[in-house]
């Protein structure tokens, strides 16, 4: 699995989205915090009630060193599911990032960890602790359903899901439509008689 998420790392989501017929998508408004952000990993899932934040928190010890931790926080935009402190301790603990449907505040120093956090936005109230929830079970989040160890992909344009069994087919054609998209650029941008011909093809003239 390693070498594969080494390989997937190389692969805008885009081309990943696109093997995958455009399915397993996260909402759009979750959005990376930067957009120079990029993650690839294994999910570390957690489903947490609208503002409580204790199991995100307990979830970290699930995780090894490169993972993403996946929260289902419910959408919930009033109550952060983690400020600055909770964002580091999944920095310290080596995760690669960490998506969420909810909301962060202490934007600005969570920003200057250059940590990936992607997410609804940012609000000022804190999380409660109550406990509530679960770790490491099939959760929703950005209407995608996502199990533990699925492979999360994000960056500039959007996150996408990849399930564990089609992780190598994903692959495979995610490589594959990149090379294409490359050659086909290489062939026909910055040639003007090149480019017409790609148009005449595509849309033909009546």
């Known amino acids: ?20 017929q455009g399915f397993n998508h996260f909402n759009t408004a979750i959005k990376p915090l930067k957009e120079e ?15 409580d934040n204790m199991l995100v928190i307990q979830a970290m010890k699930q995780g090894k060193p490169g993972d993403i931790l996946v929260v289902d926080a419910e959408g919930s935009e009033y109550r952060s599911f983690a400020g600055d402190f ?4 999944a920095k310290t603990l080596g995760f690669s990032g ?9 934007i600005l120093s969570i920003k200057e960890m250059n940590f990936p956090v992607f997410c609804l936005g940012t609000t000022l109230a804190c999380s409660k602790k109550i406990g509530m929830g679960a770790i490491n079970i099939p959760i929703s989040c950005g209407g995608v359903i ?18 564990q069994e089609n992780i190598e087919q994903v692959l495979t ?6 090379k294409k998209d490359q050659d086909r ?5 910055g040639n003007r008689e090149a480019a017409l011909q790609y148009i005449e093809k595509l849309v033909p003239e009546k």
């Open 146 to 163: 996502v199990n533990p160890g699925d492979v999360i992909v994000g960056d500039a344009n959007g996150v996408v899901a990849i399930p």
């Open 37 to 51: 952000y990029v993650i690839c990993g294994q999910a570390v899932t957690v489903k947490v009630p609208a503002g």
């Open 173 to 178: 054609a995610a490589k594959l439509k990149m």
């Open 86 to 89: 909770v964002i580091g301790l």
């Open 185 to 189: 650029a290489e062939r026909i941008l």
């Open 1 to 20: 699995m390693k070498k594969i998420i080494e390989e997937l790392k190389a692969v805008p989501a885009t081309c990943i989205s696109d093997a995958m």
């Open 98 to 106: 960490v998506v969420a449907d909810g909301t962060v505040r202490d």
